[in-house]
């Protein structure tokens, strides 16, 4: 089971600005244990958006969030199925995981039944969500993955919206304690 | 004497097929939709859908008739249920209904990945399979390790923890400006390359039998791509470049030789640990000429592979998986509906 109360310190302490959230990750397996803190706080409804180049750790911080959610299989590359809907025994709540990676517009998303996806029956987590950005709700939170390194990745958390804010605040004072 | 018509639209190929027996194809209809698909680099849903809708009764009619059967001679429709692309399946699945509520005939919804379990029950139909063995199911979409210790019954030992094998192959041949699909594509190129010019990362030797893919990729992009300048991320969406100076081949060989490596590894590894009397590839990256040498070299135990008519996605597998559920008691109802995520496990059938 994972743990929330986990120590990231060897992480840089975050970037403070309103309704923005700067880290820095050092491995392959912080950028998952960050998902899995962001996972503990999802609810249905919950739109994540992960941006970046191919590489970059989007599943990798996705396979974290559904971790700490509490999926029944792990998350693994939606790139050829283009959703995967998860779900958890607990409470028999789903979890939805887009790839637009193979989409070219927005328009194309609507035929794999984004709409529903999006009607509040669980979290959603798209990957690639710049190929649709027409089509993504407007409250959602966006984390932008950017490679530094090798290992090292920046993550930049931006809320639209009060929710999402509200979920960069709680990502915060679970992670740095402030 | 048991006559099965399966029809498979789990994903990009409508298809239907009759089997006698689980082991002998009396026909098999595939209409691809490669070409449709190309120019999206991939399977696109609704596109497949309609083509779906599109093709699936002259399929279905065209494997009757080459099987030189009348429905009447039918014992049972094997449809594919899951797990697929969601709108992709229910073609099939509907037209199923359809058909079992016309005949009369009973009708099964059978696992996608069974049935690329079964694909080796058809090739060579004389020679029995003895259990236990270990099935290698790699695909665009799936990469499962199974040890199959009866019929219906399997012990998933590992999986991918990110990327199918298929995918991996289909991304960096995007990368390298290569045609879709990226798997023969790439086997092609890396027939003229070095495959030690590289060196991307390899299985870690641990003790478990899940696969990751994820991480060469990233190595291969970082190793042919022209990074970002100064720590300034590329520009969203943009395409990386190659650099100049990068060998296609020489990257297609040594990309190839770190996959196939971490395949035929841990299967060899699982095939001596569970003392299984064969290894049996399945799926379109079961069509891999190294990835079928290797496996016979370094395994150390025959190796079986379908022909390439089956290791892509077929009907006749599906058939011939429903065979044996047939066999074993399965009915469904008109009820039936899909399962997009179905992992193929001992009670995938019951829960």
Request: proline share 5%; aromatic share 6%; charged share 20%.
């Amino acid at each position: 089971m994972y743990n929330a109360k986990g120590s990231d310190s060897e992480s840089d302490l975050p970037i403070l600005k309103e309704g923005q959230l700067d880290i820095i990750s050092h491995s392959v397996e912080q950028t998952q244990r960050f998902g899995a803190r962001l996972g503990t706080l999802l609810q249905p409804g919950d739109v994540i958006c992960l941006a970046g180049d191919m590489g970059a750790g989007k599943t990798v911080f996705a396979a974290g969030i559904g971790s700490g959610w509490g999926v029944e299989l792990p998350l693994t590359s939606p790139t050829f199925n283009l959703v995967h809907e998860h779900t958890r025994r607990a409470d028999a709540q789903r979890l939805f995981h887009l790839d637009c990676y193979r989409l070219n517009s927005a328009a194309e998303i609507e035929a794999i039944g984004f709409e529903d996806i999006l009607n509040g029956r669980g979290p959603v987590i798209i990957e690639w969500p710049e190929r649709i950005t027409e089509a993504l709700p407007r409250q959602r939170l966006w984390v932008e993955l950017r490679v530094l390194e090798p290992t090292r990745r920046n993550l930049v958390f931006a809320g639209s919206g009060k929710r999402a804010e509200e979920l960069i605040a709680s990502f915060r004072e679970l992670t740095f304690g402030i | 004497m048991t006559t099965v018509l399966g029809i498979e639209t789990s994903c990009d190929e409508t298809a239907a097929a009759v089997v006698l027996d689980g082991r002998t194809i009396l026909s098999t209809i595939v209409a691809s939709q490669i070409d449709l698909h190309a120019r999206y680099g991939g399977v696109f849903p609704e596109v497949a859908s309609r083509a779906h809708i599109e093709a699936i009764g002259a399929v279905v009619e065209q494997a009757v008739h080459d099987a030189g059967v009348g429905y009447d001679q039918i014992d049972a429709i094997a449809v594919t249920r899951g797990p697929g692309l969601v709108g992709s399946l229910l073609v099939g699945v509907n037209y199923a209904k359809g058909l079992a509520l016309a005949t009369g005939k009973p009708l099964l919804g059978i696992n996608h990945l069974e049935g690329h379990v079964y694909s080796l029950w058809l090739t060579e139909p004389n020679r029995e399979i003895k259990f236990p063995v270990l099935v290698l199911i790699v695909s665009g979409g799936h990469t499962e390790l199974l040890l199959m210790e009866d019929h219906g019954q399997y012990r998933r030992l590992g999986g991918t923890l990110d990327d199918a094998a298929g995918e991996a192959f289909d991304k960096v041949g995007r990368l390298l400006g290569l045609p879709f699909p990226g798997g023969p594509n790439i086997e092609r190129a890396a027939m003229m390359g070095n495959a030690i010019a590289y060196k991307f990362p390899r299985a870690k030797r641990d003790d478990s039998y899940d696969f990751s893919f994820s991480g060469l990729k990233t190595a291969v992009l970082r190793e042919v791509t022209v990074p970002p300048a100064s720590g300034e991320p590329r520009r969203r969406g943009e395409t990386p470049r190659l650099r100049a100076d990068v060998s296609i081949n020489d990257v297609a060989a040594s990309f190839q030789d770190a996959l196939v490596s971490a395949l035929v590894d841990k299967t060899a590894r699982a095939a001596k640990a569970y003392q299984v009397t064969e290894i049996l590839l399945a799926g379109g990256v079961s069509a891999n000429q190294v990835l079928r040498q290797r496996m016979r070299a370094e395994a150390g135990l025959p190796v079986r592979y379908p022909p390439l008519n089956l290791c892509t996605d077929n009907a006749a597998m599906i058939a011939a998986a429903g065979f044996y559920r047939y066999r074993a008691g399965l009915r469904h109802g008109l009820e039936l509906d899909v399962k997009p995520m179905w992992p193929l496990t001992s009670d995938a059938y019951t829960r």
